[in-house]
């Protein structure tokens, strides 16, 4: 990950090091530097690299620096990349041969190289896990129309927000907006700001907006260049590769109990129960990591485990208000949704002192990510209500988009993670994808998830058809053995009941009611009344527990409601 020094970006993961080194291995991609005073660069050919050991060169150019090589001068190699400037720390020459007439020499390989940035467009992004608030308001000040988002990126120059979509009123209507940010320590920056760019995203109803600083003081431009150095270095905290025992930064060092947490896009209020607000937390993370991989990034291994883990602690704590707590994400984009509700009802059915942690926390991350890969798809190939040959087949490359950013995973065990990202869309007749596998080709795990997953999927809302009941998705199942392992059914069937938890029931004396835990016998133990068939919410009502069959009535029929 990268470290800011004065005016030099440090790049110290291998795979950039490696990736930033190809760029020199180019007829004039690289010059060596004496390290020495007076020295001027002088033109070499890097002609491999062999991480980590070593770099080879040809130095016929200037075979004048032969012997000073050989007595152990040190050098830094210069070139550019990606339109920056790069050099080497320095290296030495481990060994100097002529062959056919051409110089070689072998020099240790560089452990870390730096970028030359230029100090006023440096842009430092905040990775999954930082979280710095902004608000933006009128010019004049005006806090009744103050909007709150989070920062993703920040330079002396500008910054990226996200904002909710009712900030574009405010944005069409303004040429300047006061910007301010709210960092975990409690340190607070104002500046005037013009939007320049907007980007929305519908499906979760924000904007991602650039800004460009406006009438800085040198004040404020010191403030600046600060704040994009200590969110750099906070961002390093965060690399697979970071030093064990590297230091936080103090602006993201959260103020002591009782003080007021980041302000951030999500209001967590909005959820209608304790376990919803916490899991929307794991929803934020997943709905960040979406953004990071249509940006190009990989899935975050340390922010994977980390929610993995806190998934997990969730589902230990208790099973059935996580269940109802999967229905109450409306706020959430589908693909969010469906992955936590299909990671929970994974760990719900697999819920056996049999099965090890580390497997369960492998099973719940690969169930969280599994659908990512489909928005890095045309969002009008997932709307389309019918899809040609060609768009079908389009489909199904999602599998191999996810799995190709999952390589940094490396603590996330491979047959778990086939076995629920690719295994979940195969089916026993061989008709499913992305190998078309059949039924001895496929592993206990993939059969389990393809069953949690479809039942999850089915009751939800798609373009080209509407929610089903739960009793049809179990009887479309139940009579596709061809399809669907018919033991996993049955086992999902008897571990969620004819109602499961997160149902929206119709009782006979003509109450509406959330099923929220049920008895030993599968019946409502604990209801929520609903004053209408919609998401839980504000609709929600007073809390019946015990013989709610007694009070309201037998049950009637599910409501079918896609959350």
């Not at 922010?303 to 994400?329: P, V």
């Not at 990510?369 to 209500?385: M, Q």
């Not at 060609?390 to 999952?406: I, K």
């Not at 993670?417 to 499913?432: F, I, K, Q, Y």
Request: net charge negative.
């Amino acid at each position: 990950m990268a470290q800011v020094q004065d005016e030099f970006l440090r790049v110290g993961s291998p795979g950039e090091i490696e990736a930033l080194l190809e760029w020199l291995i180019q007829p004039g991609g690289a010059s060596l530097l004496l390290d020495k005073p007076g020295s001027t660069p002088m033109p070499v050919v890097m002609m491999e690299q062999t991480p980590p050991q070593s770099l080879l060169l040809d130095i016929t150019a200037v075979r004048e620096i032969i012997g000073e090589l050989k007595r152990g001068v040190g050098f830094r190699l210069l070139g550019q990349a990606q339109g920056k400037m790069i050099r080497t720390p320095v290296l030495k020459s481990l060994q100097v041969d002529t062959i056919g007439g051409r110089v070689h020499c072998q020099c240790e390989y560089p452990h870390y190289l730096e970028e030359l940035q230029r100090r006023e467009a440096f842009r430092a992004r905040l990775r999954l896990g930082m979280e710095v608030g902004a608000i933006i308001r009128g010019a004049e000040g005006d806090g009744e129309t103050a909007i709150q988002g989070d920062l993703k990126d920040l330079s002396q120059q500008g910054c990226q927000l996200e904002l909710p979509s009712s900030a574009a009123t405010l944005l069409a209507e303004a040429v300047l907006v006061e910007v301010e940010f709210c960092f975990p320590n409690g340190t607070r920056f104002s500046v005037q700001a013009a939007p320049r760019h907007k980007v929305a995203d519908t499906d979760r109803q924000a904007l991602r907006v650039g800004f460009h600083f406006e009438k800085c003081t040198a004040e404020q431009e010191r403030k600046l260049w600060f704040f994009v150095r200590e969110i750099e270095r906070e961002s390093s905290r965060y690399a697979d590769d970071a030093e064990v025992g590297r230091l936080p930064s103090m602006l993201f060092q959260s103020q002591s109990a009782g003080a007021s947490a980041p302000v951030g896009r999500r209001n967590l209020l909005t959820y209608p129960t304790p376990m919803a607000r916490r899991l929307a937390r794991v929803a934020g993370y997943l709905d960040a990591q979406l953004l990071e991989l249509q940006q190009g990034d990989d899935i975050d291994s340390v922010q994977l485990s980390r929610h993995a883990d806190m998934l997990l602690q969730l589902a230990e704590e208790d099973i059935e208000a996580l269940l109802f707590a999967t229905r109450c994400l409306g706020q959430e984009p589908l693909l969010v949704r469906h992955g936590l509700s299909v990671a929970v009802h994974v760990l719900a059915l697999a819920n056996s002192g049999s099965v090890p942690r580390d497997v369960r926390k492998a099973l719940a991350a690969s169930a969280m990510v599994h659908d990512l890969g489909k928005g890095l798809l045309p969002p009008t190939l997932l709307a389309s209500k019918s899809l040609a040959p060609e768009e079908r087949a389009r489909l199904t490359e999602h599998v191999e988009l996810l799995q190709q950013r999952l390589g940094r995973c490396q603590w996330l065990s491979p047959s778990v993670m086939s076995a629920v990202v690719a295994g979940t869309n195969e089916r026993l007749d061989g008709s499913g994808y992305p190998a078309g596998a059949v039924s001895d080709g496929l592993a206990e795990l993939a059969r389990m998830s393809a069953v949690v997953d479809v039942v999850d999927a089915m009751r939800r809302d798609r373009a080209d058809r509407p929610a089903w009941r739960i009793d049809a998705v179990y009887r479309h199942l139940l009579q596709s053995p061809n399809l669907f392992d018919p033991r996993w059914v049955r086992r999902y069937v008897q571990r969620f009941g004819l109602r499961p938890v997160g149902s929206l029931v119709r009782f006979s004396g003509g109450a509406l009611a959330w099923i929220q835990r049920l008895d030993q016998q599968g019946k409502p133990f604990q209801v929520q009344l609903a004053d209408v068939a919609g998401p839980p919410g504000e609709a929600l009502g007073e809390v019946l527990r015990g013989d709610v069959t007694s009070r309201l009535g037998e049950m009637v029929e599910e409501v079918p409601v896609s959350t």
